[in-house]
């Protein structure tokens, strides 16, 4: 069994930032490509943002050149930088591990961290 600990999420303006964190009860060495995922009201889970063990990232077309994921594998924690936010990017985010393409390894999930954006 596998556990996600989301922070880090709250209410900013449009353009704002925000970085979030995931904290893993296990080795995410050992797990592999870790990934964050958001759920908008209304909307289905999607991808965000993927990182191999080796540091090799994939994003979302919405959110490239805005969003930086990395991963701390020393704390088994993975992090999404979030700049100039829209309020298209309002979610409840959540991390797990990856299975190619972009499918969610474990069906366990965190309670996530909510990210809003409005003026």
């Known amino acids: 069994q596998v556990e996600f600990v989301e922070s880090g999420g709250g209410e900013v303006q449009p353009g704002g930032s925000l970085t979030l964190s995931c904290t893993v009860s296990?080795?995410?060495?050992?797990?592999?490509?870790m990934g964050w995922y958001r759920q908008a009201p209304g909307n289905q889970r999607e991808w965000v943002a993927t990182i191999s063990t080796g540091h090799l990232t994939d994003y979302i077309e919405s959110v490239k050149g805005r969003f930086i994921i990395r991963r701390d594998n020393s704390k088994n924690t993975v992090y999404l930088k979030m700049n100039n936010l829209r309020p298209e990017d309002t979610a409840i985010y959540y991390c797990?591990?990856?299975?190619?393409?972009?499918?969610?390894?474990?069906?366990?999930w965190g309670q996530g961290t909510q990210v809003t954006v409005s003026s």
């Open positions: 296990r080795n995410i060495f050992d797990i592999g490509i």
């Open positions: 797990n591990g990856v299975k190619r393409p972009a499918l969610p390894l474990f069906d366990s």
